[in-house]
DNA sequence: CGATGGATATCGCAC
DNA sequence: GTGCGATGTCCATCG
């Protein structure tokens, strides 16, 4: 039934295990080899890995991974864009993933092939992500009082020369607000990012009124809330829990 | 040989593969499953991802990996330190993977299991990585004229209210002098970093000296240039594949 | 193509 | 455990 979208070979010979890889790859299927292998890695920055047993694993796009059994990132790895490529040398099977721009290679140089595997996969469900920045911002622009009492938000991705702004409004007073938005506890670069923008914006707006910047986000560390007392922003609490269980805005 | 090392089987019953994976998991091996499968996800978000075929990878660390045929980064996962567990309901695999602090669970749930195998691997050696930060560092202490003609090096990972600066010294004039290194182009979270530090240095050597800052990158971008200019930080330009060709200081 | 900032970022180190 | 910053970050978006 599956026995075209699977075909798996255990203990291959290199060339064996090369036409398999060859073969997957020519098939846009994802290919994965597992076995004792030596990683070269050369472009932003050069690596070398000792023999030891990894799972390589190849897909249609140019994504090349190597999975030691440990870590959730790969050791080394091959961005989408790669160009594969599966040979024998010296009776052992390399597998090169080349791209351009930039310039960076990798190569698999296998001792063993334990396994080779390909797999044709058939994928079009995209992922449904809640619980994001942009959900959050979503929220508090049904909701603006939680932000601040009387605040009324004007834009999104509003525009400065520092970059764009998540929320800009203005508050009861009619002050020009910057509100910057984490969907998690923050550190000073986020301050940071949002002093840039109110300071960017105070000179955008000139004179015509002191700009306020509001940091929104679950919590704060202690040398951010100092770097906020320092510039004169603001820092308000929000828990994002609490949209993800209760996503009607009453 | 390797026999033992590697299992698979194609297109096992759901009770076959819960086994399989039961198994593999027991033996601390990595265990693969190709096949069809929802995926649910809560903790930090949440995440629902339809039904399609993809490549779930099993790590005894805890690992759990959820690979479409695209992109480098997995459509799901959940990070080491999560419990796995395989079960069958309503006559169907279902892989899970939970964890503690934070709170998080993923659920894949097969329709079909095209392939399950496990992969005992061994594997001591660590990466061994060239062209970071830190060997950049290495690089500039031990010729410091690469950075300002007459700069000499005091600390290191010197402390300030703001953070640990990367390398601070004294300038020609002996003034004192704060390093920001970056390996590669820089944007305005970077001068910003750098802001930091020469503030909090300067405020806690009082008016001894002014602090200067330099941001060592090979390039910045337009906003953080002018961002340096309107703080007064200075920028100076380095290579580092220079260092990576030739590793041997002249 | 570069610039910018988010991410369920992950990861390592220092406290 | 939290805080902080690097990462061959990856990635989408926008100009």
New interface residues.
Partial sequence: ???D??S?R??PDPEAAREAVADGTAREA?V?V?GRCEVEYDG????????????V?L???G?L?V??????T????Q??GSEHEATVEDDSLVVTGVRESPDERIVVRFA?V??V?T???????D??????EADLKQHLLDDPDRIEEGFRPLATERET???AVDIYGEDADGDPVVVELKR?RVG??AV??L??YVTALDRDLHADATVRGILVAPSVTD?AA??LDEHGLSFVSVDPAAD?DAPRAE
């Fill in positions: 039934m599956t026995a979208r699977v798996a255990t203990d994802v994965t597992f932003r920055a050069s690596s070398y890995l000792g023999p030891g047993d990894r799972l694993v897909k249609p796009d994504t991974l999975h030691t059994e440990e870590q959730r790969p050791v080394n790895w961005p989408p063993d334990h396994q595997s797999l044709a996969m058939a994928d079009e469900r992922l449904e992500l809640v619980g994001t020369p520092a970059g998690r000073p670069d940071g990012q002093d840039r040398r100092a770097l993800l």
